[in-house]
């Protein structure tokens, strides 16, 4: 990863479940398909080894039919509490590959809990608003699938 002077993308969202629900979201390969992909894309493969050093891999269909494929490896994994990987978007051509950090955080809040989503070491202002962009719309996501659970 190359530092970069693009600030990082930090969301925090609240739930009504509790952070180990959360954190089992995004550990779980058949929980996280229900709710990774903003709008109407789908996760459609999830394969996730979590634990520091093992590697996860998503793959994403969008509705025209084309693949997004997004792969990483797990940096930091504290159960219920912090996920610490990189996110790299697949590309035809590796050389356009630009590896970014993506940090989890699961604090208790009450009965619920706060999510602190950080994203960092993009490339571009605009890669980082896209980003911001499609971890809103699955945040949302993730909202719906933990209140109607």
């Known amino acids: 990863m190359t530092q970069t002077t693009v600030p990082a993308l930090v969301i ?27 709008g109407e894309v789908r996760a459609e493969e999830v ?13 994403m269909r969008r509705p025209e039919g084309d693949v997004w494929t997004v792969a990483g ?19 035809d051509d ?5 590896e970014t950090l993506l940090t989890l955080e699961f604090n208790p809040n009450g009965a619920g809990s706060e ?5 960092d070491y993009f490339a571009t202002e605009e890669s980082r608003n896209g980003h911001g962009d499609g971890w809103n719309a699955t945040l949302s996501q993730l909202s719906e699938l933990t209140r109607n659970a």
């Open 73 to 91: 490896e797990y940096r930091e994994v504290v159960p219920n509490r912090r996920l610490s990987m990189t996110w790299r978007w697949l590309e």
């Open 94 to 98: 590796p050389a356009d590959e630009q």
């Open 12 to 38: 925090r969202r609240t739930y009504e479940a509790a952070p180990e629900r959360i954190y089992a979201a995004w550990t779980d390969p058949s929980i996280a398909k229900q709710f990774l992909g903003p």
């Open 47 to 59: 394969q996730m080894d979590v634990r520091a050093g093992g590697t996860y891999r998503i793959a």
């Open 115 to 119: 999510l602190v989503l950080t994203h």
